[in-house]
């Protein structure tokens, strides 16, 4: 079963995610390289934050990717408008 959202909602998710991705991977990095770390427990911590830094920047990826391919339409008061299509046909 697929989750249908209208496609305002669903633009408004993608360009939310992005920064959120971007804060818990410099979060990850931080305490990677800031971290006091327990002689005993070093090497299993930093091998799980490790493993975190690189599934958030596959899901950052795809987020990419999934802006990517999204169209957008917009027009300015004025008249002007824009397009930006991803979708790459």
Do not use: Y
């Amino acid at each position: 079963m697929a989750l249908r959202m209208p496609h305002g909602l669903r633009l408004l998710a993608l360009f939310g995610a992005g920064p959120a991705l971007i804060v818990t991977a410099a979060a990850l990095t931080l305490i990677v390289w800031k971290g006091g770390w327990d002689r005993a427990l070093q090497s299993q911590q930093l091998t799980l934050l490790g493993w975190a830094l690189l599934a958030n920047w596959l899901l950052l990826g795809v987020v990419v990717v999934a802006l990517a391919s999204v169209r957008l339409k917009g027009q300015a008061p004025g008249g002007a408008g824009f397009e930006i299509d991803g979708g790459g046909e």
